[in-house]
């Protein structure tokens, strides 16, 4: 899993920082996120979460086994187009790692009551 990131903020849970908003709506991740979010959702739904630890690498994975998807390929375009974003190295990885924490935001924000961690 991605211990580090420089497009979010190491609180416990992390925290997309500016530059990674910046990267997410620039790289079209939030246009591809709108468009697939609701099936993103019932992915993770059909899961189970002993920890919002485990919520958030469930969402990164859910991410990860889409990545060829043609859905996917304007992102890819992006990452490989600009090898850095805003001074910082950039890869593909990174800007599903944003994505990522977007999906465990609302996917908290749907299930607040959720017994996790």
Known sequence: MISQS???NA???RVINEVGKKLYE???AGKVYEDIRL???T???SKKFESLLEL???CLEVLLQKRNDQKFKNIQNFAFEHPTFEGRTLTYIDILFVLSLKLRDDF???HPDSELG
Do not use: D, I, T, W
């Open 6 to 8: 420089c497009f979010s």
């Open 11 to 13: 609180n416990s849970p």
């Open 26 to 28: 620039e790289s079209g």
């Open 39 to 41: 099936s993103l959702m």
């Open 43 to 45: 992915e993770l739904e």
């Open 56 to 58: 958030e690498q469930s």
């Open 108 to 110: 908290r924000e749907k």
